[in-house]
């Protein structure tokens, strides 16, 4: 009996069911790394927690911007449905979420603005965290602080930048190409340059192409989506479908972040096999025959 159960505790991967060693090889491979991590870092959750923070410390910040646009003043109304891709009728239904350009500017004083930019530095301190998470860093320490204040200034900029640009295949190019080179920076920047920049392009990569993809299917799904929510629950069903477009957006930064570490991970490996192998030809090569 015993040497039944030993004969049977000894049987290797060959011999286990075919189910078993699919679900082995998955566990093996990249998607099933990036899948065992998302779940360890709690992305739905992060990504939940950065569309609350979000809707409650930036985007105030972001409209008083937008409205205090010398070139476009069309307001923060009209850049979130540009970032949505929305048709003209639910363009309207988020138009109606907001105060128009020129009430929120004279409603602003000087001591609202600067509570605004502390609220906004405090969600450049989330992003940060979830960045030393994915790369299971320390906690970057108080006087850092500073980092925050460059990168809110610089998603400013990129903003208005991007709310500037003509529509047509130009804009396009120059959306995607300033989207790598801002996640890219804002990794290095808000990591403290912990990590190299090789390491750190694959999650920029990762993070535009699911942004693409997500503004995607924002046309298809968000778009139609507002329009039958404000029949349905009123101005409260539209700002249910961005709250989830944000979470969307928090989903894809982190998210793009952890598949850029895997990838990154996996391409290590793949360098350090090739050399193995050239280091095991060179020694056969030099054997005696």
């Known amino acids: 009996m015993s040497e039944n159960r030993s004969a049977s505790g000894s049987r290797g991967p060959r011999s286990w069911p075919w189910w078993r060693r699919l679900e082995g090889a998955f566990d093996r491979s990249a998607i099933g790394r990036g899948w065992r991590r998302g779940s360890e870092f709690e992305l739905l959750h992060r990504a939940m927690g950065f569309a609350a923070l979000g809707f409650l410390t930036l985007v105030p910040l972001l409209i008083v911007v937008a409205a205090a646009d010398p070139v476009n003043r069309l307001g923060f109304a009209q850049w979130l449905a540009e970032g949505l891709g929305l048709t003209s009728t639910s363009r309207d239904e988020v138009q109606r979420l907001f105060a128009p350009p020129k009430q929120a500017l004279e409603s602003t004083t000087a001591f609202g603005l600067a509570t605004l930019a502390i609220f906004g530095l405090r969600f450049g301190t989330v992003l940060q965290v979830g960045y030393e998470k994915v790369w299971e860093l320390p906690a970057g320490r108080w006087h850092t602080v500073w980092r925050h204040l460059v990168w809110l200034v610089v998603l400013i900029c990129y903003l208005l930048l991007s709310a500037h640009l003509q529509p047509g295949v130009s804009r396009v190019l120059v959306a995607v190409l300033g989207t790598v080179l801002f996640f890219w920076w804002s990794q290095r920047l808000l990591l403290g340059g912990r990590i190299s920049w090789g390491a750190l ?37 539209t700002v249910l479908v961005v709250q989830s477009w944000l979470v969307g957006v928090g989903f894809v930064v982190f998210g793009g972040a952890l598949v850029g570490r895997v990838l990154h991970e996996d391409y290590l490996r793949m360098v350090a096999w090739r050399r193995k192998r050239r280091r095991d030809r060179a020694k056969a090569a030099e054997r005696p025959d």
Do not use: E
């Open 201 to 237: 392009l694959p999650g920029a990569l990762a993070t535009s192409v699911g942004l693409l993809g997500l503004r995607v299917f924002s046309q298809l799904v968000f778009s139609p989506l507002i329009a039958s929510s404000t029949v349905s629950y009123g101005p409260v069903g």
